[in-house]
């Protein structure tokens, strides 16, 4: 099953060097029934869209509790077992997952980070996601102003070549 584990870069520096995300269990968006369910017009491509940006969404969060981390999005796309994902939703979101496992290196299909060009927009984002979430209309247009900037696309072998932005 295709997951898209939010992180950041120095969370992405961290998978490289140990070779795996983990420990588990580890907090993923995946296309769920309750995500099918949610958007039943959308064909595979667009529900796995939608799972990609709730990842993004969440890569915010883990943002705005790490001041330090560089101001862009990261997703991994990791395929894993399907027994290793559990159903059962950690948060409101329809396609909330949580893999049972650390993930290996090999299965991550792929990498999505936002370009330098996202910076100023995703930082905002980040100050302004803790109010959104708690229903602050100023704020929720602060935070969904992130998306008008779509992630970048890396194979694996890629991901190693933002080695000089990963810790900075």
Same mark, same amino acid.
Request: no cysteine; aromatic share 6%.
């Given at each position: 099953? &295709?997951?898209?584990?939010?992180?950041?870069?120095?969370? @992405?520096?961290?998978?490289? #060097?140990?070779?795996?995300?983990?420990?588990?269990? *580890?907090?993923?968006?995946?296309?769920?029934?309750?995500?099918?369910? $949610?958007?039943?017009?959308?064909?595979?491509?667009? *529900?796995?869209?939608? $799972?990609?940006?709730?990842? $993004?969404?969440?890569? @915010?969060?883990?943002?705005? #509790?790490?001041?330090? %981390?560089? &101001? &862009?999005?990261?997703?991994?796309?990791?395929?894993?077992?399907? #027994?290793?994902?559990?159903?059962? $939703?950690?948060?409101?979101? =329809?396609?909330?997952?949580?893999?049972?496992?650390?993930? =290996?290196?090999?299965?991550?299909?792929?990498?999505?980070?936002?370009?330098?060009? %996202?910076?100023?927009?995703?930082? #905002? %984002?980040?100050? %302004?996601?803790?109010? +959104?979430?708690?229903?602050?209309?100023?704020?929720?247009?602060?935070?969904?102003?992130?998306?008008?900037?779509?992630?970048?696309?890396? +194979?694996?072998?890629? *991901?190693?070549? @933002?080695?000089?932005? @990963?810790?900075?």
């Amino acid at each position: 099953m &295709r997951v898209y584990l939010p992180s950041t870069l120095p969370g @992405l520096a961290d998978v490289l #060097a140990k070779g795996e995300a983990g420990p588990a269990p *580890l907090d993923g968006y995946a296309v769920t029934p309750a995500l099918r369910e $949610a958007y039943a017009s959308g064909d595979d491509e667009e *529900l796995e869209y939608v $799972a990609m940006l709730a990842a $993004a969404r969440q890569s @915010l969060r883990l943002l705005d #509790a790490d001041p330090d %981390a560089p &101001r &862009r999005r990261v997703v991994l796309a990791v395929d894993v077992p399907d #027994a290793q994902v559990g159903w059962q $939703a950690y948060d409101d979101d =329809p396609a909330a997952v949580t893999v049972s496992a650390e993930v =290996p290196l090999k299965a991550v299909a792929s990498g999505h980070v936002d370009g330098l060009e %996202a910076v100023t927009d995703v930082a #905002a %984002a980040a100050d %302004a996601i803790a109010a +959104a979430d708690a229903g602050d209309d100023d704020a929720s247009f602060t935070a969904d102003s992130a998306e008008a900037h779509e992630l970048a696309w890396y +194979a694996t072998q890629e *991901l190693q070549y @933002l080695d000089g932005e @990963l810790g900075s």
